[in-house]
């Protein structure tokens, strides 16, 4: 299953206990879980949060969120107490998993039945009939029209 990376416009919370350095679930201020995206565990969403404690700062990813509730992989084992700070926030590693304008594979005839997608949507030329495909599934493309 492809990741898909979920957003929310300004989802900010705090914790309201704190969480050790093995811990893995974030318990944020009641009924702000609703301001983060709903991702549930095997779906493919996720997200990632910025917790803050002052000066210590650590990049979670979120792989599920149950009400006021969010599970999430560690990139750190820091301590945070009552208060702390958890943003939604893009990072580098969500942005370098975007195809960049202008990057694209191209393959001398139909990759219909025999190219396997790069990503999720990719989009390959066809130099040989000057025809764009996108990717359906496995190894079928659909011919792009005009």
């Known amino acids: 299953?492809?990741?898909?990376?979920?957003?929310?416009?300004n989802a900010e919370s705090e914790l309201v206990s704190e969480i050790g350095a093995a811990d893995v679930t974030l318990n944020i201020t009641t009924g702000d879980g609703a301001l983060f995206p709903s991702v549930a565990v095997g779906d493919g969403n996720?997200?990632?949060?910025?917790?803050?404690?002052?000066?210590?700062?650590?990049?979670?990813?979120?792989?599920?969120?149950?009400?006021?509730?969010?599970?999430v992989t560690r990139s750190d084992s820091n301590s945070f107490s009552v208060g702390s700070t958890v943003r939604l926030k893009i990072?580098?590693?969500?942005?370098d998993s975007f195809m960049q304008k202008g990057v694209y594979r191209s393959n001398a005839g139909s990759p219909n039945g025999s190219l396997v997608a790069s990503y999720t949507?990719?989009?390959?030329?066809?130099?040989?009939?000057?025809?764009?495909?996108?990717?359906?599934?496995?190894?079928?493309?659909?011919?792009?029209?005009?």
């Open 1 to 9: 299953m492809a990741t898909t990376y979920k957003f929310a416009n």
């Open 46 to 71: 996720q997200f990632y949060v910025l917790v803050v404690d002052g000066s210590t700062e650590e990049w979670m990813l979120c792989t599920s969120r149950s009400g006021d509730a969010l599970t």
């Open 91 to 95: 990072n580098a590693t969500i942005l």
């Open 121 to 146: 949507g990719e989009e390959v030329y066809d130099s040989t009939n000057d025809v764009w495909y996108k990717h359906c599934t496995g190894t079928v493309w659909k011919e792009m029209t005009a």
